[in-house]
């Protein structure tokens, strides 16, 4: 009897698909022909039945029917009641969706496994409050003094420029009105632009202690979860890097206070 024609899957199936699938069905039928003569040499005494429709007919074998492996057979104990049902060879876009499928729940069980070892490592790293306070210092320790120097400079830099404003007003007042000396000109320029400079610098560790304190929060907030007894790995993903073993919380950059 001719095999069945296996079901295109779509209108643009190309031929090389086809052709690799019905190798298959054909490699599927001898296998599991061969397999059931090796199953009726090792357990003679029970003998399997196979059924399935071929062009609208009943077929029944006692090996899995060739015609039948892109359908469903009914497998039958020698007494005629259902031992299980055969199912049929995927189709390639079958397969392919399997496939996919199948990486997509590998994917999801590696990140679970991720998420569960890096809220191990977090509770490793941090046992108790007292030991992330101490991290949460340790990192802002370099801001906060680059800050302080920030603001030294800036004081310095504002009490250079009330100089420079007192010896400016002696040549724009009335009774003298004359011109700046260039000297005094750029030294007033370059007050100015090292003030812009401090101001802009200052504010930018104001920024960069903010980043880090609500990343550290947002650390401290998962672990009073987790040392109340919350599953690791069960708190969703955490914000910041992700790599296993990587800290929440990157070293800070360091925001050096200008030489001028």
Not at 66 to 73: I, R
Not at 146 to 164: D, F, V
């Amino acid at each position: 009897m001719p095999m069945r024609s296996p079901p295109t899957g779509s209108a643009t199936a190309s031929e090389p698909k086809r052709l690799a699938y019905a190798a298959r069905l054909m490699a599927s039928a001898l296998l599991a022909t061969a397999g059931a003569f090796g199953a009726r040499a090792a357990d003679s005494p029970k003998t399997y039945i196979f059924q399935c429709e071929v062009n609208g007919k009943k077929v029944t074998s006692d090996r899995p029917i060739a015609e039948c492996a892109n359908k469903e057979q009914r497998q039958l104990n020698p007494d005629g009641s259902l031992y299980r049902f055969v199912k049929p060879i995927p189709t390639p876009d079958e397969t392919e969706e399997m496939e996919r499928k199948e990486r997509e729940r590998l994917a999801a069980l590696a990140n679970q496994n991720d998420a569960v070892r890096r809220d191990r490592n977090l509770m490793q790293r941090f046992p108790n409050e007292a030991a992330h306070k101490k991290a949460r210092d340790k990192a802002l320790d370099d801001l906060r003094v680059a800050g302080k120097n920030s603001e030294a400079r800036i004081g310095l830099l504002l009490k250079e420029r009330k100089t420079l404003d007192d010896e400016k007003q002696f040549y724009v007042n009335e009774q003298v009105n004359k011109p700046l000396p260039t000297l005094l000109k750029q030294k007033l320029d370059a007050n100015e632009a090292a003030l812009e400079a401090q101001k802009s610098l200052a504010q930018n560790q104001d920024s960069e202690v903010a980043r880090i304190n609500k990343l550290y929060d947002a650390e401290l907030a998962r672990l009073r979860k987790l040392w109340a007894g919350a599953q690791p790995g069960s708190l969703g993903p955490l914000p910041g890097p992700q790599g296993s073993g990587t800290p929440l919380v990157p070293p800070p950059t360091v925001l050096k206070t200008s030489s001028q």
